[in-house]
């Protein structure tokens, strides 16, 4: 049987799309190793969010070539996508695929095998209108299954290089989100994680149908789903009708990420993320009258290209008036290629790094104060995975408003929804004590996922 072993960097979607890409090797009769073994194929999946990205990606793809000399080295994903004249100068690297035609690549890597001819299969993404679908029966470790419901973006915020690796906003026919979901719920998740790289555009370029209605139907068509996590949304996308389905949903769980960047309108602007603070803050104001208790998460980015003193604390004062339950916390990476990264007025690293602390420092105050108003309340917990701690061993996991809770308990209960009394609030994770198991229906909805 051959052999294929994989190394994925980088977001969700890579880690669901090398799911994806080793079903198909699978379907092709290969056994997978681990990465650090000896193979015939290595398949790095690579990223490029950041110029560390690429650095990482190419001490990766050596490690590959080191390890097996005559394997076939195949790169694909983002970074593959937009180097892939950099990659192919890298000694031993025999095939590259961008973040399209994946269904080619066990082809092109059999081709190589017959010819020893190296194989660029990468296309130009900004002509790609479709949504390359995908099996993604099972993950290999996680107890959370994500679900890729669209590609790419349209928004071309000065700091990101994704739309380059990524291409315009497609999204995944319904019929086949609903199909790959209730696979996903057969194989015994609880709990789906609805991904992209611009999520909530959703429907976007489509005429009759939006997110909020592919929520609608994933709640009400896909049997024994318990629990459905939107990745990220932008203000803009939480419509009227959004609000209206979060507030009669059983299923969506109380936590929303919701990407703020900045909270100081003239740095918004050189973004180019094309909302005010003031715009941001009504959608919240909103939600929550919607959704009391709604854990709000968010990502800021610190010391963007003139980012003043003041433009900091603007931004400071905002993420404190909001009261996110945490907020990851960026530096401002100098993104080669895009338009930030050739701004003037570079903020220092020591300053950078400075205010990257206050802002995690505020974000753990945040996270704590949020914790707190559920100390002593049972909630709805899926048990990941077992830690250890000195002699002790518990279950962590998190609740559906996004709390870590860890506590005591069979790791039979890893992977099952159960319901757990928080005794202790706290930052990064509370404790609790298990209160009993919610689903006990015996059959394939409980099933361990592999
Ligand atoms: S919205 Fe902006 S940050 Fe997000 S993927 Fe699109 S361009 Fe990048």
């Known amino acids: 049987m051959p052999t294929v072993a994989f190394h994925t960097l980088g977001c969700k979607v890579n880690h669901y799309e090398t799911e994806g890409i080793w079903n198909m090797f699978k379907e092709n009769g290969y056994e997978r190793v681990e990465f650090d073994r000896q193979s015939d194929v290595y398949v790095i999946n690579t990223c490029t969010v950041t110029n560390t990205g690429d ?89 959370r299954a994500s679900l890729k419901i669209q590609e790419g973006c349209n928004n071309f915020c000065t700091f990101c290089i994704i739309p380059w690796s990524r291409g315009l906003l497609r999204s995944r026919d319904p019929e086949n989100v609903i199909e790959q979901a209730q696979n996903l719920v057969d194989a015994g998740y609880k709990e789906i994680v609805l991904t992209g790289i611009h999520t909530a555009g959703y429907g976007e370029d489509m005429n009759d149908y939006n997110f909020a209605r592919l929520l609608r139907e994933l709640e009400t068509r896909v049997d024994g789903l318990k629990r ?26 109380r936590h929303l990420h919701i990407p703020l960047q900045a909270g100081s309108d003239s740095v918004l602007h050189r973004m180019r993320r094309k909302y005010s603070t003031g715009y941001y803050k009504q959608k919240i104001d909103k939600i929550r009258k919607a959704l009391p208790g709604l854990a709000i998460t968010s990502d800021v980015i610190v010391g963007f290209p003139g980012e003043t003193k003041e433009e900091f604390m603007e931004t400071y004062q905002f993420v404190r008036e909001i009261g996110y339950s945490e907020l990851h916390v960026f530096p401002f990476s100098r993104r080669t ?33 949020y914790a707190s108003d559920y100390e002593e309340e049972v909630l709805e917990v899926i048990p990941e995975e077992q ?24 790791p039979e209960l890893i992977g099952k929804l159960v319901r757990v009394k928080i005794t202790k609030s706290g930052y990064p994770y509370n404790e609790g004590v298990f209160v009993r198991v919610m689903d006990d229906a015996a059959g394939a909805a409980d099933k361990q996922p592999i």
């Open 55 to 143: 650095k990482k990606s190419r001490q990766v793809i050596r490690r590959a070539v080191r390890k097996n000399p005559d394997a076939v080295v195949c790169v694909t994903g983002c970074y593959a996508q937009t180097s892939p004249g950099e990659i192919m100068e890298i000694p031993g690297v025999d095939v590259i695929v961008g973040t399209q035609n994946r269904k080619n690549m066990i082809d092109y890597i059999e081709q190589h095998q017959r010819t020893r001819e190296p194989i660029n299969g990468v296309s130009n993404i900004m002509k790609n209108r479709v949504f390359e679908e995908m099996d993604v029966p099972a993950f290999t470790d996680r107890t």
């Open 228 to 253: 459905i996590r939107i990745s990220s949304i932008e203000a803009s996308q939480i419509t009227d009708e959004v609000i209206d389905v979060l507030d009669k949903s059983e299923k969506i769980v």
């Open 337 to 369: 290629g895009t338009p930030a990264a050739r701004m003037n007025d570079q903020v220092d690293d020591d300053i950078k790094n400075e205010r990257v602390n206050q802002m995690i420092e505020l974000s753990n105050q945040l996270a704590k104060k």
């Open 387 to 410: 830690v250890d701690e000195g002699s002790a061993n518990f279950l962590q996991g998190y609740t559906d408003n996004y709390l870590k809770v860890r506590f005591s308990g069979s």
